[in-house]
């Protein structure tokens, strides 16, 4: 198996026109210290074209705005008064690769936008601002779990960094089980994190028998990876029972080199180097490989002794890479949201998160209706958080270049993966909100 070769990175990433060159000698090393910046490099982009959104049109009335807000339909709204319900001044957690405000980001434009559900209508309002309180109140004697990848991660900032402005959480880190906690005594919640770039049982092909933890990042990164497509990863399915809602995600992980496994045998593999498991593959895509481990992830979650939660699986944020990728040059410039209605600019969104988001939704869909066919003590909901269709229409939301401060990490200076807090994201917490209190 061929050791990470950039320009086997490089290979149909391209974007658009001027790629640079230069970019293209970044070391290794530089990547393992970029570790978070995983897979946006490996997406080419096409139009959508004949992609379908889910859903259909519907009327007005509350019910409609609430079933458009579900199906992420609608559209961003400037909001000239619109604040940030934190910033870097008033939330310490806010990491570096997210605080744009403290690397200069020239503008606060991009937090004057709220997100206004609808079908073209104007009957709906706007989501915002944040209302803790409200969600404190719901969420009171009960806990959530985030489990997933760096995206994952900063919904949790962003979600703490809102409800800090009610109660200062205390934070703590259970390192040996990799999980990170927040509680908030007085209102009887608390919020953990688990870190995992693929929901599945997996470990380095060339690493030990077991997972690595996020300080290895820059090794999964460089892989190949072993996944087992069909073994949901009992490291956190063993703590979902002890929370009331887990919240899921994976997508951009996938896209690195994999080897797939199903019932303990091998059944392909990506970008591996191995042509004869390439050639007798059964899962050949990463996408493919994405849909097994969200099947066997929300089975799991849906059947798990002792879970009578909400599982909640967040759809993919697409990135906004133009003119190349994050290794040679590729940037997002874009100034304010991105609007099908106006001059007919259609967004796009890279083939391989489109197929990660159709496996998304389907898989969602189909562990839905099983769970609902099968009557019996289990009382587990799954409800799907479709943030992807409002995230693609948000190029602006993220670092580009403000979200590390100049030489701080050589070779990936423009971040249009992740996205700046305050931000696009802190939507997320008005779906939770709402979908808490509908569940
Ligand atoms: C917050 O952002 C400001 C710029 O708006 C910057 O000067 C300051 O250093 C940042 N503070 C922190 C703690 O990140
Ligand atoms: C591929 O299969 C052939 C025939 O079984 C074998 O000789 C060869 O070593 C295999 N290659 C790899 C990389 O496993
Ligand atoms: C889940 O529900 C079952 C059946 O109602 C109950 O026996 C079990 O204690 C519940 N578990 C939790 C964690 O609430």
Partial sequence: MKRLSIRGLLAGARRTRHAVAAKATTSVPALVALLFFFAAATFSVFSLG????????????????????????????????AAPYYTNATCGFIQNYQNCMKHGRPSMEFL?????????????????PFDAARFFRLVRGRSMLFVGDSLASSHVTSLVCALSQVEAPARSRDAAAGFEHWRFPAHGFAVAYFWTPFQVRWRLTRGPPEAVGPERQGEVFAGPSDLHLDEPD???????????YVVLSASHWFARPAVYYQHGRV??????????????????????????????????????????????????????????????????TATRPASESEDGAA???????????????????????????????????????????????????????????????????????????????DVWNDLLLQIIASS
């Fill in 50 to 81: 004949s992609f379908r959104w889910p859903g259909a049109a519907d009327d007005g009335g509350a019910a409609a705005c609430d079933a458009a807000l579900a199906r992420g339909r609608g559209e961003w709204m400037r909001d000239a008064g």
């Fill in 112 to 128: 004057r936008w709220r997100w206004r559900p609808g079908d073209g209508g104007e009957g709906c309002e706007p989501l915002g």
């Fill in 234 to 244: 009992e490291r956190w399915t063993s703590a979902a029972k002890s929370h009331d």
């Fill in 267 to 332: 059944v392909g593999c990506h970008d591996c180097g191995d042509s004869n498991a390439t050639a007798t593959a059964i899962v050949k895509q990463p996408e493919h490989a994405q849909r097994a481990a969200f099947r066997a992830v929300l089975g799991a979650l849906a059947r798990l002794d002792g879970f009578n939660g909400t599982a909640i699986l967040r759809t993919v944020a697409p990135t906004h890479y133009e003119n190349g990728g994050w290794f040679d040059g590729g940037e997002c």
């Fill in 347 to 425: 967004p796009e969104m890279a083939a391989t998160e489109a197929e990660f988001y159709r496996a998304q939704v389907e898989e969602f869909a189909a562990a839905a209706a099983a769970a609902a066919a099968r009557n019996g003590g289990k009382r587990a909901r799954l409800r799907l958080m479709d943030v992807t269709r409002m995230m693609l229409l948000r190029p602006d939301g993220h670092p580009d270049r403000h979200g590390h401060g100049g030489g701080e990490h050589d070779g990936f200076e423009i971040d249009c993966l992740h996205w700046c807090l305050p931000g696009a994201i």
